[in-house]
């Protein structure tokens, strides 16, 4: 039920939004549903950081591990790979983004990791979850 609600919101965003910010939508709700076929319990998604330089785009948690989840989306890996789009510039954001969750939620550093999750469209889907995929320096 929940992929078939899915693919009309993404009719919708096809409608309203440009492509790109549509399919990035898109993939988010395939990693979503990943995650929690994973076993993972996804907690939010797209959470800013408080004066909106930063976002987080799944936050979960896997065990006793708070999960910071970085979706990336691509039509094809032909040129780069999705992951290589989360560059140092990129992992500084993430990390102050979830050092203010983890700071307003009172969950110490110690319990967080942080995985990006790509998602390539040529044709189906492919996901991809690379788990630990960085730590906070």
């Known amino acids: 039920m929940a992929e078939v609600l899915d693919n009309a919101r993404h009719r919708v965003r096809l409608r309203c939004w440009d492509r790109e910010h549509a399919w990035g939508r898109r993939a988010e709700d395939l990693a979503h549903r990943y995650l929690e076929r994973e076993g993972l319990t996804v907690v939010s998604r797209n959470y800013t950081r408080r004066g ?3 976002e987080l785009d799944l936050v979960a948690w896997e065990g006793d591990v708070l999960v910071f989840v970085e979706v990336k ?11 290589s789009a989360v560059d140092a510039e990129k992992r500084r ?9 983890l700071r307003r939620t009172r969950i110490p550093w110690e319990k967080a990791r942080f995985d990006v999750v790509t998602v390539v469209a040529e044709g189906h889907p492919v996901i991809r979850h690379i788990r630990d995929a960085f730590r906070p320096r």
């Open 93 to 101: 954001h993430l990390v102050l983004t979830a050092s203010e969750y």
């Open 73 to 83: 989306a691509r039509s094809t890996e032909q040129f780069h790979t999705a992951e």
């Open 52 to 54: 909106g330089r930063g």
